[in-house]
């Protein structure tokens, strides 16, 4: 089962943020299948986002503060072609580990979409409107999963999210091994 | 209905007779690939699911290539390839090239294609988004994430989206101041970094089917940089000569219906085309090599499964023979065959290792090394707010190491030249 609501600050970023941004290739060599290793990428997440983009427009909102685990925000908001670059599952574990269980973007990139509805680690939602300038880092935001809805709390305003479509029943079954086994394709 | 080679593929590993873009099919997978930065995961994601005992559907059709952190002192960076040597133990794998032995190979995409591995018609899938090279040899060959892999590892099968295809044309011979790298960055500096995402691109004409297999494994490895599902390339005459020498494995050329529908078509003429880099910090940031010539540079760097290749060192050989660079270097062959070929190949009599070496460059063993930035003691990697030149995939902020360090991609002839003024320079300036 889903939740229906996940709310929490927005944190913001540009277009293209790749997966080298999202967790740098020196941080690769924990392993994720260790436990102890796997928080490691929380602490470290969007930790390659240049300054200047930090949780854009004064770009020096760090995502992670220093010699935290995990982040304060709750929602993660990019523009286009969110993802892109290496088929590091690391990346969305990354956004995951440091408490996120959602992401906006305007569209991804097809690797990084495939790792988080497959892993079972993010619920990818596309925008309709271009929402990375429409929203601020730190503003009070709500995901309704039931009505495809993203509240701002802090102006009041709503927006409609693009529904979930194909990736819908892995989501829900959690990831891709339960949708396999729901469905009948591994036993 | 007819079909491009990328749905014919699709459908013939899917029990189905025809499949049409947009449409979800799970397919049985031939080859599976994982290297030591996504190997332990994949791993620990197979096991988790299918059991600690559980064994991977077909040891043959798992190839498992260490390459990224091998040259470094990090320890974890060791510990990953002793996951990788545990796992290949326990399961008796045969296609495993282990650090250390007379197997070590060096770049995965590059590996796979010396060790036979990538062949027409199959359907290959890899821990690393560069596994779209292999398209180069006519086969559906994409990128995926340790879940996905796992899953493979247990069943055999994934399920994918059949992209629609985009075709790119390049009609006439390549000039000898371009290389294919010119053409893929031209291509992306085009559609830009989104520019195929969730497609298929295909590349044909003269231009193409004139290019050795190296330079169509270029074209296709940069296809995920336009954010492209698959590269692919029909085979012909090149691609079966060198699959045969490489494998006695059966396979099943696919080529184009005659009337299959493409999503878009660009047709190029390669007497248009000049040299161009990719300026920071995105591959379609493109600018002819011409309008940033005189640009300053700290670094050069030749390597990666993209540059690495021997091709790749033969043409910044030609440039580089008989002179000096003017910064500093790295010359890091992909796999071990490139390294011992560095001593084979001649230009007038003179090795390209004796080229290289008198040139003052920096020589590295077999690695994805720099490319990658990786461990802080990687050979090349950018630690501070360095200018490089590189004839790598991707200059992201922080790709090749630190976030204030500047990347231009570009040919081996355009890095060559480059290096040895040490600004950015065209290779028509230096023959």
Redesign the interface.
């Known amino acids: 089962m889903i939740k229906e609501k996940i709310s929490g600050k927005a944190y913001i970023l540009g277009d293209?943020i790749?997966t080298?941004?999202i967790i740098?290739?020196?941080y690769?060599?924990?392993?994720?299948?260790?436990a102890e290793?796997r928080k490691m990428f929380g602490k470290y997440a969007l930790i390659?986002?240049?300054?200047g983009k930090q949780g854009l427009p004064g770009g020096r909102t760090p995502f992670v503060t220093d010699g935290a685990m995990q982040s304060e925000f709750k929602v993660v908001i990019g523009g286009?072609?969110f993802g892109?670059?290496?088929?590091?599952?690391?990346a969305?574990l990354a956004i995951r580990e440091a408490g996120v269980e959602i992401v906006i973007a305007e569209?991804y990139?097809?690797?990084f979409f495939?790792?988080c509805v497959?892993?079972?680690y993010l619920i990818p939602y596309e925008s309709k409107d271009r929402l990375s300038e429409i929203i601020k880092t730190g503003e009070e935001v709500e995901v309704d999963i039931k009505h495809n809805l993203l509240r701002n709390h802090t102006t009041g305003k709503v927006y409609e999210l693009k529904p979930l479509g194909?990736i819908l029943p892995i989501i829900e079954a959690g990831?891709?091994?339960k949708y396999?086994k729901k469905s009948g394709?591994?036993g | 209905m007819a079909m491009t080679i990328t749905e014919k593929i699709l459908a013939q590993h899917s029990g189905k007779s025809r499949v049409e873009p947009g449409e979800?099919i799970?397919v049985d997978v031939d080859v599976l690939m994982t290297h030591d930065?996504?190997g332990?995961?994949t791993?620990?994601?197979f096991?988790?699911?299918f059991g600690k005992t559980a064994k991977v559907w077909d040891k043959q059709k798992v190839v498992i290539i260490p390459d990224?952190?091998i040259f470094t002192a990090?320890e974890?960076?060791h510990?990953?390839v002793d996951?990788l040597r545990d796992f290949v133990k326990e399961q008796s794998l045969p296609n495993y090239y282990d650090v250390g032995t007379e197997k070590y190979k060096g770049v995965c995409h590059i590996a796979l294609a010396e060790e036979g591995h990538t062949r027409p018609g199959e359907i290959l899938l890899?821990?690393?988004?560069h596994?779209c090279t292999a398209g180069a040899f006519g086969e559906f060959a994409t990128?995926?994430?340790?879940?996905?892999a796992g899953?493979v590892l247990?069943?055999g099968?994934t399920?994918l989206?059949v992209p629609p295809t985009m075709r790119f044309v390049f009609e006439g011979k390549l000039p000898p101041y371009l290389m294919a790298k010119d053409l893929i960055l031209t291509i992306i500096g085009e559609i830009g970094?989104?520019g195929a995402?969730?497609r298929a691109m295909e590349f044909a004409g003269e231009g193409v089917h004139g290019l050795n297999i190296e330079e169509r494994m270029t074209l296709c490895n940069m296809v995920?940089e336009a954010?492209g599902?698959n590269g692919i390339i029909e085979p012909d005459k090149v691609t079966l000569d060198f699959v045969k020498s490489r494998t006695d494995k059966p396979f099943e050329v696919v080529k184009n219906d005659p009337d299959a529908k493409y999503f878009y078509e660009r047709v190029f003429d390669l007497k248009d085309l000049e040299p161009v880099v990719a300026k920071p910090h995105?591959p379609d940031n493109k600018a002819s090599v011409r309008e940033v010539a005189g640009t300053r540079l700290d670094r050069a760097y030749i390597g990666s499964c993209t540059g690495g290749k021997i091709t790749d060192f033969i043409a910044a050989a030609r440039i580089l023979k008989g002179r000096q660079v003017k910064i500093d270097t790295f010359v890091v062959p992909a796999t071990t065959e490139v390294a011992c070929k560095l001593n084979e190949v001649k230009i007038d009599g003179k090795s390209l290792m004796d080229i290289f070496k008198e040139a003052g460059t920096v020589i590295g063993p077999a690695t994805c090394g720099a490319c990658?930035?990786?461990?802080?003691d990687t050979l090349g990697r950018l630690n501070k707010s360095e200018v490089c030149i590189s004839t790598t995939n991707?200059n992201?902020?922080?790709?090749m190491g630190s976030?204030s360090s500047q990347v231009y991609l570009a040919s081996p002839l355009t890095v060559a030249a480059s290096a040895i003024s040490g600004k950015i320079t065209d290779p028509r300036d230096c023959v």
Not at chain 2, 143 to 148: A, K, S, V
């Open positions: 293209d790749d080298d941004q740098p290739a020196q690769l060599t924990y392993n994720p299948a260790n290793e390659g986002v240049p300054e286009k072609n892109c670059g290496s088929s590091r599952e690391h969305p569209f990139a097809r690797i495939r790792n497959n892993g079972g194909d990831d891709v091994f396999a394709i591994i | 979800n799970w930065v996504c332990p995961g791993i620990g994601i096991k988790e699911h990224h952190y990090d974890k960076a510990r990953n996951i890899g821990t690393d988004s596994t990128g995926i994430g340790n879940t996905d899953f247990g069943t099968k399920w989206k970094v989104d995402t969730y995920i954010g599902k995105s990658l930035g990786g461990p802080i991707r992201f902020p922080g790709r976030k």
